[in-house]
């Protein structure tokens, strides 16, 4: 499911209702462990993500559920924001954020795994 807002995609997943709350702490990887293989999770392009006017984009899925986002830009930059809005008026304070060599930040909540391949 995706929608836009404002000038903002989002892209979110819904957790099926009988899946376990594991409770384990977000995971960030550059990509050494990862095997591309979407059968586990969602996986996204980089260049498919459609940036508001800031070139910001918000990700939100199920806590559960790992995302691997695929990228040709190098990774300039990762960690937490603080307080900010994007142009299209969402408050991502707070959220892991990933600063790209094409221009375009990545924000997701801290419980979304996000691998880096």
Same mark, same amino acid.
């Given at each position: !499911?995706?929608?836009?807002?404002?000038?903002? !995609?989002?892209?979110?997943?819904?957790?099926?209702?009988n899946s376990p709350d594991s409770g384990e702490p977000a995971t960030m990887s550059t990509g050494d462990d990862a095997n591309g293989d979407d059968s586990d999770g969602l996986v996204l392009q980089l260049a498919d993500l459609v940036p508001d006017g800031a070139g910001e984009v918000a990700l939100y899925a199920g806590k559960d559920l790992p995302v691997s986002l695929l990228s040709d830009a190098p990774l300039l930059d990762?960690?937490?924001a603080d307080t900010h809005v994007t142009a299209s008026g969402l408050d991502v304070s707070g959220h892991r954020l990933y600063r790209f060599a094409n221009g375009i930040t990545v924000y997701c909540p801290e419980a979304l795994r996000i691998t880096l391949l």
């Open positions: !499911m995706s929608k836009l807002v404002g000038d903002e !995609m989002i892209i979110g997943v819904s957790r099926p209702e990762a960690g937490v």
